[in-house]
């Protein structure tokens, strides 16, 4: 076998008093027997579903205890256990992370994660190469999820000011099983999934993961998702130095456009919610309304051992994603209006995104002296191009809409169709050079390195001659931090990190918002420019349990700023300081747990000169405000517990603080406290039957917002079984 590299309900709580207490937690543990820890008998290693020692990233040069950032990983079991099926379902176990949606000029109603105070659509990686393209992601094919906090450019590359995630596939191994779940629930919930590995001789293993889903939102009128994937993977050469793993991802969805309620106001003078109208309601038509996205993506890991220390890869993916909607979002009339009534305004986009890359790199492990190095060196190289194709529309779209009673069977005159050509095509091509180290100084310090050489270019091609744009950068990222081992059991570190934002990040495939979209009046401004500093600290606790905590500072400098009338400068500077709270892992032989809390204080503190409307960050109107999207306190708590050796009951809180959905800060949603239960009940080891139960009071909510337009309503309760099989 080769040897893994470099593995060695409201709240009155005070955040920074509680992240010092836990920094120094160490010093309990270290205080018996004059700083040593009582000895302990280990006999052999248990199983710890819900607590990871490594990442499966390999710029990460040592364990995840060792590393002077924090990371948190959302594991398979954690997945399954709460009954999470997408993307945003698995993250909201994550405090920290919120969602936005988007506008009609941008991606809307995908996957939109915001990360320790900023937008990270554009920093979502699959098994380390970038997942661009708009997308509403499931977990089918997912073994886990790593977000990586904090700037992260030396990592990640641009973009990454608040932090990245990385998604970890299933892939073909040295295994024989076949698996899968049927489930049957409320709100007409039907999925079934499969996962089947299975050996060819003794140096080989295919592998098929797939799914269908299909089932209607609760508590939303006339809004159902329908969605199917699968992912077949072959690995050659298990056993030997050389081996070569291959995949592809199809994923489809047809689910119902939803623009939930619209805010009561959008002048920007007054703080207000949504309106104040049943979350059932649906002003969208069932019968034009739509969503349709498609992904094809494929992947050739290419392996070989030079010896035990000294291991290459060469990853390469193509992928196609597409991303088509029509969609109707209501809003409030203006003064003199009708009273109760909704004017509507109809949105349509089609994009499709070709995404080509390449990464090559060594790991390796080798001394100086006493001074142990383990090393990862690697070079990437991508292509990517997002096409945009018109709405071409005829008709007339029915307006308004009764406020308080919306028929969504009502007819429209509407029909929309798209272009068979792009309107506009946004090329991208990204060329890098980086280096990790993880220096281990003596038997209690570790150093962390990182440094990483960007090229970026992108142009834009318009049918339109004012749109044509073109932009090119280089910029420079890096990553130190230092560990100190007060014991086998912890450590306390301090971390520096950096990340470059340049214009076009999203390739024209994002939201928009503060001149992220390439145009003339951004070409030529200089990357936005993130630095952050973090100390913290990590602790094996009981049985297994994982303790971290952080405290950060993060400054935004060189951002992109209205200082006229379309005229942007990189003048701007946003802060964000924050403490982090975390615990994975088992309490018990019995007793799971998944839990943390997030504190973020965030300023918009240089703005421009003029006032640019509630959508700019930038506008000199928003100097002091909060970050839009951002929710000051967030946290989660997950956990299970095995009654009997054959019935584990669990169940777990999500807390989010009130969100400001504009710069201006006039328009924000509510916080709310989430309670989810599950039940299990193995008959046998190849048999069991889950029961989940999610949104136990059925609490009527918004998870995502976008600016001064509309919240979209998270789901009612819902109940669902699942019988689980492997043989």
């Given amino acids: 076998m080769l040897k893994v590299l470099g593995q060695k309900a409201g709240f009155n709580f005070k955040p920074v008093s509680a992240a010092v207490a836990l920094i120094f937690v160490g010093s309990a543990f270290a205080a018996e027997e004059g700083g040593a820890l009582p000895e302990l008998e280990v006999q052999g290693k248990k199983e710890n579903p819900y607590k990871v020692e490594k990442s499966a990233n390999q710029k990460f040069t040592a364990t995840l205890k060792d590393t002077p950032k924090s990371v948190t990983v959302v594991t398979q079991d954690v997945i399954r256990d709460t009954g999470s099926n997408t993307f945003q379902d698995a993250l909201r176990t994550v405090p920290g992370i919120t969602f936005g949606s988007g506008e009609g ?186 969503q349709k996205t498609d992904s094809d993506i494929g992947t050739l890991e290419l392996k070989h051992a030079f010896t035990d220390d000294v291991v290459l890869r060469n990853t390469s993916r193509y992928g196609i994603s597409k991303n088509k909607y029509v969609t109707t979002r209501a809003l409030v009339q203006a ?219 993060t400054e935004k400098y060189d951002a992109r700023v209205l200082v006229a009338n379309d005229v942007y400068a990189n003048a701007g500077e946003v802060k964000v300081k924050g403490i982090e709270l975390g615990a994975a892992g088992k309490i018990s032989d019995k007793w799971n747990v998944f839990a943390g809390y997030t504190y973020l204080d965030t300023e918009q503190s240089k703005t421009g000169l003029i006032a640019g409307g509630m959508t700019d960050l930038g506008s000199a109107a928003n100097k002091g405000n909060n970050l839009p999207g951002i929710a000051k306190n967030s946290a989660s708590l997950w956990t299970t517990y095995s009654v009997l050796p054959a019935l584990t009951v669990g169940g777990g809180a999500f807390y989010v603080d009130k969100v400001y959905a504009d710069p201006g800060n006039s328009l924000y949603v509510p916080s709310y406290v989430r309670w989810d239960a599950m039940a299990s009940y193995k008959f046998d080891d190849r048999i069991s039957l889950q029961l989940n139960l999610q949104n136990l009071t059925d609490k009527r909510y918004f998870n995502q917002t976008y600016t001064r337009h509309f919240a979209t309503v998270a789901p009612g309760r819902l109940a669902f079984v699942s019988l689980n099989f492997k043989f």
Wanted: no cysteine; aromatic share 10%.
């Fill in 105 to 290: 000029g941008g991606s809307a109603m995908t996957d939109r994660p915001f990360i320790r105070g900023f937008d990270s659509q554009s920093s979502i990686f699959v098994d380390g190469l970038r997942d661009l393209g708009a997308q509403t992601r499931e977990v089918f094919a997912i073994e886990q999820m790593e977000v990586l906090k904090g700037p992260s450019g030396a990592f990640d590359g641009r973009g990454s000011a608040g932090g990245s995630i990385n998604i970890v596939t299933k892939r073909a191994k040295a295994d024989n099983f076949t698996s899968g779940s049927i489930g049957l629930g409320t709100d007409s919930y039907r999925r079934a999934t499969f996962d089947g590995n299975y050996m060819i001789g003794d140096d080989a293993a295919i592998r098929l993961v797939g799914m269908v889903h299909d089932a209607d939102t609760p508590g939303r009128d006339s809004v159902d998702v329908k969605r199917w994937g699968f992912m077949p993977s072959i690995t050659l050469g298990l056993n030997g130095p050389t081996s070569a793993t291959a995949n592809w991802y199809h994923f489809e969805t047809d689910d119902m456009s939803d623009r939930g309620l619209p805010y009561a106001d959008n002048s920007g003078v007054l703080h207000h919610r949504p309106l104040s109208v049943s979350k059932d309601n649906f002003y969208g038509f069932k019968d034009k309304d739509y």
């Fill in 335 to 553: 003064a003199g209006g009708a009273s109760g009534l909704l004017n509507l305004n109809n949105q349509a986009r089609y994009t499709k995104t070709e995404t080509l890359s390449n990464l090559t790199d060594v790991s390796f492990i080798f001394a100086t002296g006493t001074i142990k190095h383990t090393m990862n060196v690697g070079f990437e190289w991508s292509k990517v191009e997002t096409d945009q194709f018109a709405a071409l529309t005829t008709g007339t779209l029915s307006s308004p809409v009764n406020m308080y009673d919306p028929d969504p069977s009502r007819p429209s005159n509407l029909d929309v169709s798209f272009s068979g050509t792009p309107s506009n095509t946004t090329t991208s091509r990204n060329h890098s050079l980086y280096a990790f180290d993880s220096i281990e100084l003596s038997e209690k310090w570790i150093v962390n390195a990182g440094l990483r050489y960007d090229k970026f270019k992108i142009n834009r091609d318009s049918t339109t001659a004012a749109d044509n744009a073109t932009a090119d950068h280089t910029f420079w990222n890096y990553q130190l931090g230092a560990v100190y081992k007060i014991n086998d059991r912890g450590n306390v570190y301090a971390s520096y990190g950096t990340s470059s934002t340049p214009v076009g990040l999203n390739n024209g495939d994002g939201n928009q918002e503060n001149g992220y979209l390439l145009s003339g009046s951004t070409a030529n401004l200089r990357p936005e420019r993130t630095k952050s500093f973090e100390v913290g600290t990590k602790w094996d606790v009981l049985d297994g349990l994982s303790l971290t905590a952080a405290a950060f500072y």
